[in-house]
């Protein structure tokens, strides 16, 4: 069955430093792969979304994405984070329809 | 354009009563789904709707009724609350094809307590 693992329910880095959030999904490769953000009180949004056209998928706000199927990753960088960058963070399949648990981000001044 | 709307924002119901949520999308998709968030648990798919007139069972549809009332609606039906059902609620839509296909537009939430 289709699963997605997210590595760390938290996760906090300094203002300034790469970011870099995990996903790893099962080994079925999935037609599509999804990034989706959450701020507080509010629903998600979407980051970006992998489609295998490109294994480097650039998204909003400065965020990309590498898929490496030998890895079976889709992990979530940026270069530098910014105070609003802190949220929610959820990586997500559409084969069965099947979002990780989250990472919460956290900022450091 | 509004996106994804959903009422009511917060719910206060005692265990056993019905209420309805309810979910519209202004954006002519095709596919709606219904999860619901708790803590630690990400989000977790009740219901969804591929296309006009049909639905389908996700991971968690114990306890819920759906109906796709229209293209542009899809309620939400808790027949008989339970404790377990408190949660937070959202809705989505997607399009089934072009370069957005599968890119689900969420609502806003609604928080639900059964007490």
């Known amino acids: 069955a289709q699963s997605v693992t997210q590595l760390g329910s938290h996760v906090s880095v300094s203002e300034g430093a790469l970011v870099l959030l995990r996903c790893n999904y099962s080994?079925?490769?999935?037609?599509?792969l999804f990034w989706y953000v959450q701020y507080p009180n509010q629903g998600l949004q979407l980051l970006l979304k992998?489609?295998?056209?490109?294994?480097l998928v650039k998204g909003i706000n400065g965020f990309e994405a590498e898929f490496k199927k030998s890895e079976t990753s889709f992990h979530l960088t940026k270069p530098s984070a910014h105070m609003s960058d802190a949220a929610e963070y959820f990586c997500?399949?559409?084969?069965?329809?099947?979002f990780g648990k989250g990472t919460r981000l956290h900022i450091l001044p | 354009n509004a996106g994804v709307t959903q009422t009511p924002k917060f719910q206060v119901l005692k265990t056993g009563q019905s209420m309805t949520l309810q979910c519209a999308q202004d954006?002519?998709?095709?596919?709606m789904y219904w999860y619901r968030q708790d803590p630690g648990m990400g989000l977790r798919l009740i219901y969804y709707?591929?296309?006009?007139?049909?639905?389908d069972k996700g991971e968690v549809p114990n306890g819920y009724n759906v109906s796709r009332l229209n293209k542009r609606e899809f309620s939400l039906r808790l027949e008989s609350a339970a404790p377990s059902q408190t949660s937070v609620y959202f809705c989505?839509?997607?399009?089934?094809?072009?370069?957005?296909?599968?890119?689900?537009?969420f609502g806003p939430g609604t928080r639900l307590t059964v007490t």
């Open positions: 989505a839509s997607s399009a089934l094809q072009g370069v957005k296909a599968y890119e689900q537009y």
């Open positions: 080994s079925s490769v999935p037609p599509y």
């Open positions: 992998y489609t295998s056209a490109a294994t």
């Open positions: 997500a399949v559409y084969d069965k329809i099947i």
């Open positions: 954006m002519n998709h095709n596919s």
């Open positions: 709707s591929a296309s006009e007139g049909t639905t």
